[in-house]
């Protein structure tokens, strides 16, 4: 009897301490009983869905590392659930990171294991929330080959200016500038002919397949900044997209489109090509029609007027000599708008006078426009008339002020009856 | 901040302003350039008299000019400021939150309520084509 009352004391001082279920978000005095409520498993599942979409992306950048280009790495932060840390990219070189190696990390797995027993959800499940070292060494590999590649390619555009030193799309795939228009194309001819493939296209079509180097055309289509294969559809590399190499050694060659470029700035001479971008992993193809010439000069980057306007110009070259608003108040205005008719024998009587004709109109000293007064019954024509027939009674009141105002007390109609009465009445009592 | 907008002393200004503002919605601010709310609304006009103009117009009448008298009795104007608005030389009413709809008593509090209310008018007046009660 002591000893289950005993129990019973226990279980009541347990239930006093409160303690927090972030899954649930509530103060819950429970104790560990709280974690088999099904509000919370309820609240668990929820809660797990959401920190596995988060961990999904991640997984995403575990299995196709990417570069991630240095102004880009303060927007990207991960919040971990789990051990209740935000985890930054500030500093890192590939997308994610930071949040890769955390998730991968022995302390993020040993409070993951302490999460799961404290609010449920399984063991087993422990995999699903964190990286594993393998996974981790795989991620390290690729990234270790990526940097390789993107130095080497580097190498090779030393003397070639990949981009505009402003063209915020170009600047990882830079590290210097060189003036474009003198065309060094020494350091780049020998290795990028000693790694020719035969030709599969024309060769003013090219395929490029994404690696770490995103760059946008002249288009708005991604190219890849890093070449070392030509015709490779499933290579990791792309095209050097200043390869002003290819003007010479390929005919057609390089990556230009019209005269500017996004990529080349322009001073180079434009070559108008056909673009293939293929994107390893992603369906996303983008051709790019051949543009005349002509049609090529001039764009938003250029300033020069857009289309639209061009052609409304010469559409309509003969309406300037007619009022455009005159035109278009007949054309748009609705013929029941408020004053309607007043608006165009006015215009009319404004054309007139223009021309210098005499116009016979009713406006005199004392005209004045229809107003709705507060008080007003009726249309509002008459709201003039009524204060027409106001004005001259006010003449009339302030000619009297100079006349003094004799004050007198007031005096009811009963009292003067009464003392009109009253000398009659003192003759009939004597 | 009335110097930026066109200032009205006589019959005549007024006059020629109501009938030559055609199609687009018109508004008269009367008051004085002294009084404080009355500034705090040209303010308020002349930051929008620009972004309205393509369809409304902004005045400013000095209540205190003799000239311009008649239109103070005539509309009736005892607040000041008050703003009345035309179209096609018609008043418009509309309700501004008081028994008084003929005119706009007080100011704006921001420029979008100037916007707002002048394009209200300008729809009653062309689309709608009722000049309000």
Same mark, same amino acid.
């Given at each position: 009897?002591?000893?289950?009352?005993?129990?019973?004391?226990?279980?009541?001082?347990?239930?006093?301490?409160?303690?927090?279920?972030?899954?649930?978000?509530?103060?819950?005095?429970?104790?560990?009983?709280?974690?088999?409520?099904?509000?919370?498993?309820?609240?668990?599942?929820?809660?797990?869905?959401?920190?596995?979409?988060?961990?999904?992306?991640?997984?995403?950048?575990?299995?196709?590392?990417?570069?991630?280009?240095?102004?880009?790495?303060?927007?990207?932060?991960?919040?971990?659930?789990?051990?209740?840390?935000?985890?930054?990219?500030?500093?890192?070189?590939?997308?994610?990171?930071?949040?890769?190696?955390?998730?991968? $990390?022995? =302390?993020?797995?040993?409070?993951?294991?302490?999460?799961?027993?404290?609010?449920?959800?399984?063991?087993?499940?422990?995999?699903?929330?964190?990286?594993?070292?393998? =996974?981790?060494?795989?991620?390290?590999?690729?990234?270790?080959?990526?940097?390789?590649?993107?130095?080497?390619?580097?190498?090779?555009?030393?003397?070639?200016?990949?981009?505009?030193?402003?063209?915020?799309?170009?600047?990882?795939?830079?590290?210097?500038?060189? =003036?474009?228009?003198?065309?060094?194309?020494?350091?780049?001819?020998?290795?990028?002919?000693?790694?020719?493939?035969?030709?599969?296209?024309?060769?003013?079509?090219?395929?490029?397949?994404?690696?770490?180097?995103?760059?946008?055309?002249? =288009?708005?289509?991604?190219?890849?900044?890093?070449?070392?294969?030509?015709?490779?559809?499933?290579?990791?590399?792309?095209?050097?997209?200043?390869?002003?190499?290819?003007?010479?050694?390929?005919?057609?060659?390089?990556?230009?489109?019209?005269?500017?470029?996004?990529?080349?700035?322009?001073?180079?001479?434009?070559?108008?090509?056909?673009?293939?971008?293929?994107?390893?992993?992603?369906?996303?193809?983008?051709?790019?029609?051949?543009?005349?010439?002509?049609?090529?000069?001039?764009?938003?980057?250029?300033?020069?007027?857009?289309?639209?306007?061009?052609?409304?110009?010469?559409?309509?070259?003969?309406?300037?000599?007619?009022?455009?608003?005159?035109?278009?108040?007949?054309?748009?205005?609705?013929?029941?708008?408020?004053?309607?008719?007043?608006?165009?024998?006015?215009?009319?009587?404004?054309?007139?006078?223009?021309?210098?004709?005499?116009?016979?109109?009713?406006?005199?000293?004392?005209?004045?426009?229809?107003?709705?007064?507060?008080?007003?019954?009726?249309?509002?024509?008459?709201?003039?008339?009524?204060?027409?027939?106001?004005?001259?009674?006010?003449?009339?009141?302030?000619?009297?002020?100079?006349?003094?105002?004799?004050?007198?007390?007031?005096? $009811?109609?009963?009292?003067?009856?009464?003392?009109?009465?009253?000398?009659?009445?003192?003759?009939?009592?004597? | 901040?009335?110097?930026?907008?066109?200032?009205?002393?006589?019959?005549?200004?007024?006059?020629?302003?109501?009938?030559?503002?055609?199609?687009?919605?018109?508004?008269?601010?009367?008051?004085?350039?002294?009084?404080?709310?009355?500034?705090?609304?040209?303010?308020?006009?002349?930051?929008?008299?620009?972004?309205?103009?393509?369809?409304?117009?902004?005045?400013?009448?000095?209540?205190?000019?003799?000239?311009?008298?008649?239109?103070?009795?005539?509309?009736?104007?005892?607040?000041?400021?008050?703003?009345?608005?035309?179209?096609?030389?018609?008043?418009?009413?509309?309700?501004?939150?008081?028994?008084?709809?003929?005119?706009?008593?007080?100011?704006?509090?921001?420029?979008?309520?100037?916007?707002?209310?002048?394009?209200?008018?300008?729809?009653?007046?062309?689309?709608?084509?009722?000049?309000?009660?």
């Amino acid at each position: 009897m002591m000893k289950s009352a005993d129990k019973k004391r226990k279980k009541e001082s347990k239930k006093c301490e409160f303690e927090f279920c972030k899954v649930c978000n509530l103060n819950h005095d429970h104790g560990n009983r709280h974690k088999y409520f099904p509000n919370h498993t309820k609240s668990l599942s929820t809660f797990l869905h959401r920190f596995q979409t988060k961990l999904s992306d991640i997984r995403f950048f575990l299995r196709n590392p990417t570069i991630l280009r240095p102004e880009l790495a303060s927007r990207n932060r991960f919040w971990c659930v789990v051990c209740d840390a935000e985890v930054d990219e500030i500093g890192s070189s590939f997308a994610c990171a930071n949040a890769i190696n955390h998730l991968a $990390s022995a =302390d993020h797995a040993k409070k993951l294991k302490h999460f799961l027993w404290k609010y449920g959800g399984g063991m087993d499940h422990a995999d699903n929330f964190r990286f594993s070292e393998a =996974d981790l060494a795989k991620w390290e590999k690729k990234c270790h080959s990526l940097n390789d590649g993107s130095s080497s390619c580097s190498d090779r555009t030393n003397g070639l200016q990949i981009g505009p030193s402003n063209d915020i799309q170009n600047e990882l795939s830079y590290k210097s500038i060189n =003036d474009f228009e003198n065309n060094n194309l020494g350091p780049l001819t020998p290795k990028f002919l000693n790694n020719v493939l035969p030709l599969q296209y024309n060769t003013h079509k090219y395929q490029i397949s994404q690696s770490g180097h995103p760059a946008t055309a002249a =288009d708005g289509r991604i190219v890849c900044g890093d070449f070392e294969h030509i015709g490779w559809q499933n290579s990791q590399h792309c095209i050097p997209h200043t390869d002003a190499v290819g003007t010479s050694n390929f005919g057609n060659g390089g990556l230009y489109q019209g005269k500017h470029m996004a990529i080349g700035g322009s001073n180079l001479h434009g070559k108008n090509l056909d673009l293939m971008v293929i994107f390893s992993g992603l369906a996303s193809i983008a051709q790019v029609s051949v543009m005349a010439p002509g049609l090529a000069e001039g764009n938003v980057h250029t300033g020069a007027p857009p289309p639209w306007l061009e052609m409304t110009v010469e559409h309509h070259p003969e309406d300037t000599s007619v009022p455009l608003s005159s035109k278009k108040g007949k054309s748009k205005l609705n013929p029941k708008r408020v004053g309607a008719a007043w608006a165009e024998k006015r215009k009319a009587e404004l054309e007139m006078e223009k021309r210098g004709e005499i116009v016979n109109s009713d406006c005199g000293p004392n005209w004045l426009p229809n107003f709705g007064r507060v008080w007003q019954s009726g249309s509002r024509k008459e709201s003039l008339k009524e204060f027409e027939s106001e004005k001259p009674e006010l003449p009339k009141v302030e000619v009297d002020p100079e006349m003094p105002i004799t004050l007198r007390p007031y005096v $009811s109609k009963r009292m003067v009856r009464l003392c009109s009465l009253w000398p009659l009445k003192m003759i009939s009592f004597r | 901040m009335s110097y930026l907008l066109p200032n009205l002393t006589k019959k005549k200004q007024v006059d020629s302003i109501i009938r030559d503002t055609i199609d687009k919605v018109l508004v008269l601010r009367f008051g004085r350039a002294s009084d404080a709310l009355c500034l705090q609304l040209d303010d308020i006009l002349s930051k929008s008299a620009r972004e309205v103009s393509k369809f409304a117009t902004v005045a400013v009448v000095d209540i205190d000019s003799e000239d311009v008298q008649v239109y103070v009795k005539y509309f009736d104007i005892t607040l000041v400021p008050s703003s009345v608005f035309f179209f096609n030389a018609h008043h418009m009413k509309m309700d501004s939150g008081t028994a008084d709809h003929t005119k706009w008593v007080g100011a704006f509090h921001t420029k979008q309520d100037f916007i707002d209310v002048v394009e209200e008018s300008g729809w009653m007046g062309t689309f709608v084509g009722k000049p309000g009660r």
